[in-house]
C-alpha cells in the first residue's frame, strides 16, 4: 500500500506549514483579496489534518467535516467576496488597513 | 347596634361630598358651592346632635373598625375605625355647629363682598370640616395622626386663599412649616406606640393606654428600649405632646397662629374654635388614659399650659390689630386647657374647649363682622363708635368678650374658673410645682380681662376715628344669624357645668361631669377611669372644698373685673389715648412678640441652614465623591484600553497570535516541558 510508506507525521508537517503560510499572509498582507486567500489557506490546512486523523483512525467522521469545512470555506468566500467589494466601493481600494472608520 | 351608628360616617362623608362637590362643580354651583357645604354641614350636625341623644338617652357607646390596612398579625395593627364615646360625641357637636356656622357666614364675608377663588375656598372649607370630623371619631393614634395631617393641609390652603398677595402664602408656609415641625415628633411617637404596644387603639382593654397600665403596674412587660418602664412611656408621651403643642399654638410652637391671621376671617374662626387648634388639645383628652400615667409628662403640660397662658396674654396687651388680638388670645385660652389637663382637670379641660369653641368662633366672626363693615380695614385706632351702627355685631360681641375675659355670670368666667379650680386643689394636694403652673394662670385672668376690653372699647366706644369707621358697610343676614346663635350660647354655655353652684347650693348641676363620667367602663376612656389613674392628690384651703372654691373664684373673678375695669377707665371717653406707648421698651418687646420670630428664623438661617449645607458639603464630597472616583478610574482605564481597537484586522490576528504563544510559553513553564 502506498499509504503506509507515507507517515501520518508527513501530512502534520504540510498541514502545519500551510497554516503557518496561511498565518503569514494575514499578518503581512494588506490586500483583502490576499487575506481571503490566506484564510482559505488556513482551513485547508485544517482539512488535511483531519483527513490525515480520519485515515490513520480508520473513521469516516474527520473526512465528513472536512466536506462540511469545504461547503463552509466556499460560503465565507461569497460573503467575503462581497465585503471585498464593498470596502472597495466605498474606499476605491481593497486595502484593509484603510477600513478603520467603524471603531471608536 | 343603633341605626344612628350606621349613619355616624356621613357625618364625615358629608362635608367630604361637599368639598369634592365644591372642587368639581363649583363654577357652575349655587353661591358658588356655599349652599352645598351649608347643607353638607347642616346634615353633619343634624347626625352630630343625634348621636348625641342617643347617648345620652341610652348610654351606648360605639367602637368599630372600618377598614384594616395591616391586621395586628403582622406586628402592628393599622386601621380606620369610628369611635363614639362621651368625649367623641360631644367635640362632633361642637365642631360641625361651628362648620356650620361658618359656612353661613361666608356667604356673608366672602360671596357678598365679591370674592375670587369662591369654589376653592369652599372646597377647602368642606376638607378641613371632614377631616376635623374624622379625626374626633378616630379609634387609633394612627388614624388620629392621618386626619392631624389633613387638617394641617387644609389650614394651609385656607390660609394662603388670597394668595396672589405677599402676606397670606407667606404666613400659610409658616403655619405649614411650624405645626409640621410639630407633626415631626408626633409621627415618631405613633411609630413608637406602634412598635411597643403593637396598637394605637384608643379604647377597651387592647388600646394602647390599657396596656401601658398593666405594664406600669408590671403585670405585662414591653420593649423599653433600655429605659425604664415609666421612662419610654414618658418619651412616648412627650414626642406625641410635640404635635399638640405644634397644632394648639403652645410655646415655643405658637409663632404660626398670629400670622395665620392673613386668611379669611371665618377660616379664622373654624381653625381657633373648632378645627386646627382644637385637635391638639382634643387629642390628648382623647388620649388621657395614657398621658394620666405619666406625673412627669403631666407636670411638663400644665406647666407649657400655663406659661402659655401668661405669655400669649402679655402680647396681646399691646396690639392694635382686632385679628391679632384675638389670634394671641386664642393661645392664651388652649393655654388654660393645657392647663388643666395638665393639672388633672379632664373634665375642666373639656368644658374650656366647649365654651371657648363658643365665644372664640363668636368673636371672631364678630370682628369679621367689623372688618366687613370697615371696608377691610383691621386697626382698631381706625374705628371707634360702631356700637350705634351695628347693634347686633356689638352685643354679640360683647358677650363673647366679657365670656372670654371670664366675667361673672358669662359662659368663660365658670370653666375658666374650674380650670384654676382644679388646679389650684391639685397643687395643695402634695403638687407644689403645680402652684407655679396655677400663678402664671391666674395672672393671665387680669391680662385677659385688659386686652378684651381694651379691644371692645376701641373698637366699639368713643368717637369714630376715621371715615369708615363714621359710616360703616352694613351686614346681611347671613353675618347677623351665627353671630346671634354664638351669642346667646355664649351667654349660657356655662350652664353646661356650673360646680360652684353644686357646691353652694348642692343642686345636681354638674351636667357635663356627670356626661363624662358616664362612659362605660369597658372602654377606658371616660372621665372617671381618669380620675381613678391620677396620682393627684386634693387638697384644700380655707375651710375646705367650698372655701377653696370660694377663695379661687373670688380671686378670677377680682382679676378679671380689675383688668376689665382698669381697661374700661384708660379707654373710655370720646378719643382714648394709646395708653400701652407708656410701657416704653416693654411695648417694643411686646409688639416684636419677644423676638420669637427672629430667634426662630435665626435658628433656621444660623443654624439648620448650615447645618444643611455641611451635610451637603459631605453628601457631595465624600459619597459622590467616592462614587465618582470608581466611575471616573473605569472611564480612564476604558479610554486607554479601547486604543488596541485599532479597527485593522492584522492587528486582531496578531494579538491573537501573540497571546496564544504567550499562552503556549505559560503552559510550557507551568507544564514543565522545558
Redesign the interface.
Known amino acids: 500500500m502506498v499509504l503506509e510508506t507515507v507517515p501520518a507525521e508527513y501530512y502534520l508537517v504540510l498541514s502545519a506549514a500551510v497554516f503557518c503560510i496561511g ?1 503569514f499572509g ?3 498582507r ?1 490586500n483583502a483579496l490576499v ?1 481571503l486567500m490566506s484564510v482559505e489557506l488556513l482551513l485547508n490546512a485544517a482539512n488535511v489534518n483531519l483527513v490525515a486523523f480520519a485515515f490513520y483512525w480508520g473513521n469516516v467522521t474527520g473526512q465528513t467535516f472536512a466536506l462540511f469545512v469545504i461547503a463552509l470555506a466556499a460560503a465565507e468566500v461569497a460573503v467575503g467576496i462581497g465585503i471585498v467589494l464593498v470596502v472597495h466601493r466605498n474606499f476605491d481600494d481593497v486595502d ?2 484603510n ?6 | 347596634m343603633a341605626l344612628i351608628y350606621e349613619l355616624t360616617p356621613a357625618i364625615v362623608f358629608l362635608p367630604l361630598a361637599s368639598f369634592a362637590l365644591a372642587l368639581f362643580f363649583g363654577r357652575w354651583m349655587p353661591k358658588k358651592g356655599a349652599v352645598a357645604g351649608i347643607l353638607a354641614t347642616a346634615g353633619a350636625l343634624g347626625l352630630s346632635v343625634v348621636t348625641l341623644g342617643w347617648l345620652l338617652l341610652s348610654g351606648e357607646v360605639h367602637d368599630q373598625t372600618w377598614y384594616t390596612l395591616v391586621d395586628a398579625e403582622m406586628g402592628v395593627d393599622l386601621a380606620f375605625g369610628i369611635l363614639i364615646d362621651q368625649l367623641s360625641a360631644a367635640m362632633l357637636v361642637i365642631v360641625s355647629l361651628i362648620a356650620f356656622l361658618v359656612h353661613v357666614f361666608s356667604l356673608g364675608y366672602m360671596n357678598d363682598e365679591g370674592e375670587p377663588g369662591l369654589p376653592r375656598y369652599y372646597a377647602g372649607l368642606g376638607l378641613f370640616t371632614a377631616s376635623m370630623l374624622a379625626f374626633v371619631m378616630a379609634d387609633n393614634l394612627f388614624m388620629a395622626f392621618v386626619f392631624f395631617e389633613l387638617v394641617g393641609l387644609c389650614s394651609y390652603l385656607l390660609i394662603g386663599h388670597w394668595f396672589t398677595e405677599d402676606a397670606p402664602p407667606s404666613a400659610a408656609k409658616k403655619a405649614f412649616l411650624v405645626t409640621r415641625f410639630g407633626d415631626y415628633f408626633f409621627l415618631v411617637g405613633v411609630v413608637g406606640v406602634l412598635v411597643t404596644f403593637g396598637t394605637a387603639g384608643f379604647a377597651g382593654s387592647e388600646g394602647f393606654p390599657a396596656l401601658a397600665e398593666s405594664a406600669l403596674a408590671g403585670e405585662t412587660s414591653v420593649n423599653t428600649f433600655g429605659l425604664s418602664t415609666e421612662g419610654w412611656f414618658s418619651v412616648l408621651g412627650l414626642l406625641v405632646l410635640g404635635g399638640v403643642l405644634g397644632k394648639s399654638a403652645q410655646f415655643p410652637f405658637h409663632t404660626w397662629l398670629p400670622d395665620a391671621m392673613e386668611g379669611p376671617t371665618p377660616v379664622s374662626a373654624l381653625i381657633h374654635a373648632a378645627t386646627m387648634v382644637a385637635a391638639g388639645v382634643y387629642l390628648v383628652a382623647r388620649m388621657y388614659g395614657f398621658y394620666a400615667l405619666l406625673p412627669t409628662v403631666l407636670g411638663i403640660i400644665a406647666f407649657v399650659g400655663g406659661f402659655t397662658a401668661l405669655f400669649a396674654a402679655t402680647m396681646a396687651v399691646v396690639k392694635n390689630e382686632i385679628k391679632q388680638v384675638l389670634a394671641y388670645s386664642t393661645i392664651s385660652q388652649y393655654g388654660y386647657m393645657m392647663l388643666a389637663l395638665g393639672a388633672g382637670g379632664y373634665v375642666a379641660a373639656f368644658f374650656h374647649l366647649t365654651t371657648h369653641a363658643i365665644f372664640k368662633a363668636l368673636l371672631f366672626l364678630g370682628a369679621g363682622s367689623v372688618i366687613i363693615a370697615m371696608h377691610h380695614e383691621e386697626d382698631m385706632w381706625e374705628m371707634g363708635g360702631l356700637k350705634s351702627e351695628m347693634r347686633t355685631t356689638y352685643l354679640t360681641f360683647l358677650a363673647g368678650s366679657l365670656a372670654l375675659a371670664g366675667i361673672f355670670p358669662f359662659s368663660g368666667f365658670w370653666s375658666k374658673d374650674e380650670v384654676l379650680f382644679e388646679t389650684l386643689v391639685h397643687a395643695l394636694g402634695g403638687s407644689p410645682l403645680l402652684f407655679g403652673a396655677y400663678a402664671m394662670g391666674i395672672t393671665a385672668v387680669f391680662l385677659t380681662g385688659f386686652y378684651t376690653i381694651r379691644m371692645v372699647m376701641l373698637t366699639f366706644h368713643g368717637d369714630p376715628r376715621s371715615e369708615t369707621a363714621e359710616d360703616p358697610h352694613s351686614v346681611g343676614w347671613n353675618v347677623k344669624f351665627p353671630l346671634s346663635v354664638l351669642g346667646v350660647l355664649a351667654v349660657v354655655a356655662g350652664a353646661l357645668n356650673p360646680v360652684p353652684i353644686e357646691m353652694l347650693t348642692g343642686a345636681e348641676v354638674d351636667f357635663l361631669h356627670d356626661y363624662l363620667y358616664a362612659t362605660p367602663e369597658a372602654l377606658l376612656t371616660g372621665a372617671e377611669h381618669y380620675s381613678s389613674l391620677s396620682s393627684y392628690g386634693s387638697g384644700a384651703i380655707a375651710g375646705g372644698e367650698i372655701g377653696t372654691m370660694l377663695v379661687n373664684a373670688g380671686l378670677s373673678f377680682g382679676l378679671a373685673v380689675a383688668g376689665a375695669g382698669l381697661a374700661f377707665g384708660l379707654y373710655r371717653g370720646g378719643s382714648p389715648a394709646r395708653h400701652t406707648e407708656r410701657l416704653g421698651r416693654v411695648q417694643t418687646l411686646l409688639m416684636h412678640n419677644y423676638y420669637q420670630d427672629e430667634y426662630q428664623v435665626w435658628l433656621a438661617e444660623g443654624f439648620t441652614v448650615r447645618l444643611a449645607a455641611a451635610a451637603d458639603t459631605f453628601d457631595q464630597g465624600v459619597i459622590d465623591g467616592t462614587v465618582n472616583a470608581v466611575s471616573s478610574v473605569s472611564r480612564s482605564a476604558g479610554a486607554r484600553i479601547r486604543q488596541i481597537q485599532s479597527g485593522v484586522v492584522t492587528n486582531y490576528a496578531a494579538l491573537v497570535v501573540l497571546s496564544l504563544l504567550a499562552l503556549l510559553v505559560v503552559f510550557a513553564i507551568l507544564g514543565g516541558w522545558f
Not at chain 1, 477600513?99 to 471608536?104: D, I, R, V
Request: hydrophobic content about 55%; charged content about 15%; aromatic content about 14%.
Open positions: 498565518l494575514i499578518l503581512t494588506r487575506f484593509v488597513t477600513a478603520t472608520t467603524l471603531k471608536w
